[in-house]
């Protein structure tokens, strides 16, 4: 069984600060990742992936891999209320994903 | 471009009968994926499929199947449902290729 592990949370943050999103993953050959954001009630919809060693960067998120520690985080700075959902993390080699329980992220005004 | 649509929005069906859920996924997606996300809980991989065969199962017992037809829509077919079958159905479609999945909007499947 390939595993992907997160924080339940709850995590909350004040407007305005860094909210540290984090995941480690079993599978050693596992080469795609992906965060994806789903408020309550609806679908995940996926905001970053990230497939090489490194930062990626989209506005204000920012995805990091190290395949090494088998670790993955999504870092969202200026954390706004609209933010708080629940963040999921999903695994994988080519077509076949594996997605974490979410972390529940809490913008606080 | 439309999105992955899912048919209904919300089922009702009584304990022991058969529900029947409908995924198009986005044009020139050939993947479809099935998940079950019971209240609270994360996303349980049910099934996939691919140019019409299923690639993979997860843990889950023959009486949830499926299939995938030749424009690439599929329907979950879950029999004898129980009362734990309650739960939100989401279908996610993808191109060849590790390019992440696109959700549909889901399934309210109610068990009574």
């Known amino acids: 069984q390939k595993e992907v592990e997160q924080n339940s949370g709850p995590l909350s943050v004040p407007e305005g600060a860094i909210a540290s999103l984090n995941c480690t993953y079993s599978?050693?050959?596992?080469?795609?990742f992906f965060w994806y954001r789903q408020y309550s009630g609806k679908s995940p919809e996926l905001i970053m992936s990230?497939?090489?060693?490194g930062d990626k960067e989209d506005g204000r998120f920012t995805a990091q891999l190290n395949k090494a520690s088998q670790y993955v985080s999504l870092l969202i700075r200026d954390s706004q209320p609209s933010d708080s959902a629940t963040y999921l993390c999903?695994?994988?080699?080519?077509?076949?994903?594996?997605f974490g329980t979410g972390t529940s992220l809490t913008v606080i005004p | 471009e439309a999105g992955v649509t899912q048919s209904p929005t919300h089922l009702i069906k009584t304990r022991g009968q058969q529900a029947t859920l409908r995924c198009s996924p986005i044009?020139?997606?050939?993947?479809v994926y099935w998940y079950q996300q019971a209240l609270g809980l994360g996303l349980q991989f049910l099934l996939w499929?691919?140019?019409?065969?299923?690639?993979n199962r997860g843990n889950f017992p023959p009486r949830f199947s499926g299939r995938q037809f030749p424009n690439y829509s599929s329907e979950l077919n879950v029999n004898a449902l129980e009362l734990e079958d309650s739960a939100l159905y989401l279908c996610?479609?993808?191109?060849?290729?590790?390019?992440?999945?696109?959700f549909g909007s889901g399934t309210r499947l109610t068990v009574v």
């Open positions: 996610a479609s993808s191109p060849p290729g590790p390019y992440g999945y696109t």
């Open positions: 599978d050693r050959g596992s080469q795609s």
């Open positions: 990230i497939y090489s060693n």
């Open positions: 999903a695994v994988g080699t080519g077509n076949q994903f594996y």
């Open positions: 044009s020139g997606h050939t993947s």
């Open positions: 499929y691919d140019e019409g065969e299923e690639r």
